[in-house]
């Protein structure tokens, strides 16, 4: 219990870290959040779960063809944010886009044999 609880600590403060220096500038918060902080600490706890090499490369490749996709969430957002829509709305839409395209992105994946 006490490791998940550090598991949970640990990544969470990482995240209200992004969050608070992206108040004072969102440039050096953009440089932290660019770093794959969240793929770090998945594949150190997948690891230190584990003690698996097989499972983070799986994990690490996964990562690399499944960000293809997501960068229509960083598009699609502040696309419909600059046409003044409400950010809930530009939200939602961002988030069901990027999921569409990732469904897209598997399925042609899944048809040449390359993942899943």
């Given amino acids: 219990m006490i490791y998940y609880l ?3 600590i640990i990544t969470a403060f990482v995240i209200v870290i992004v969050s608070e220096v992206a108040k004072k500038s969102t440039f050096i918060a953009a440089i932290i959040i660019s770093i794959p902080l ?3 600490l998945a594949f150190t706890w997948l690891y230190v779960d ?18 293809i996709p997501s960068f229509a969430f960083f598009i699609i957002l502040p696309v419909l944010l600059k046409y003044k829509q409400n950010f809930a709305f530009s939200l939602i839409i961002s988030i069901i886009g990027t999921a569409m395209i990732y ?5 042609f ?3 040449i044999g390359i993942f899943i």
């Fill in 103 to 107: 469904f897209i992105f598997s399925y």
């Fill in 109 to 111: 994946l899944k048809k």
């Fill in 50 to 67: 584990t003690k698996d090499y097989q499972k983070v490369i799986d994990l690490s490749y996964g990562t690399i063809l499944l960000t």
């Fill in 38 to 40: 969240t793929s770090i």
């Fill in 6 to 8: 550090t598991k949970l």
